[in-house]
């Protein structure tokens, strides 16, 4: 199974104009939630949804526009930094949208280096702590 759990950086498509958005998610196991701001009037929303291999879909609620909910389905690639897919209104509207990891995705770092064994802290200084002579 994916895991999406970190900052992602995106783009939606409605009537053809593009909206970009960040998006931070947490997954826990199968289940995925989060928090998206649009670069756009609509502001920020919340998100809850559920990764089923490398499947994804979620329900997106804007916080301050509409109670409207929005559904997402899609698919993330095998190394785990891209998902694209399909948004749907009820029967009203729906478009594409993608989304591509963020480099600032904290956590992802320090497990690519636990596995590799570097120590975060290896070696630590003593400059500066004096010794008494």
Request: aromatic share 6%; charged share 30%.
């Given at each position: 199974m994916a895991d999406l759990s970190g900052t992602w950086l995106g783009t939606y498509w409605q009537?053809?104009?593009?909206?970009?958005?960040?998006?931070?998610?947490?997954?826990s196991s199968n289940t995925l939630t989060g928090n998206i701001l649009d670069d756009s009037y609509l502001g920020e929303a919340?998100?809850?949804g559920e990764v089923m291999g490398r499947r994804i879909q979620f329900t997106k609620r804007?916080?301050?526009?509409s109670?409207?909910?929005i559904n997402y389905s899609g698919t993330v690639n095998e190394d785990e930094d891209f998902m694209q897919g399909d948004w749907s209104i009820?029967?009203?509207?729906?478009g594409k949208w993608?989304?591509?990891r963020s480099g600032d995705n904290l956590m992802?770092?320090?497990?690519?280096l636990q596995e590799q064994k570097i120590p975060a802290l290896a070696g630590g200084s003593r400059?500066?702590?004096g010794s008494a002579s």
């Open positions: 009537l053809g104009i593009p909206t970009r958005f960040e998006a931070t998610l947490l997954q919340t998100l809850i804007y916080l301050t526009t109670s409207t909910l009820r029967d009203s509207d729906s993608e989304a591509r992802l770092e320090l497990r690519k400059r500066g702590m």
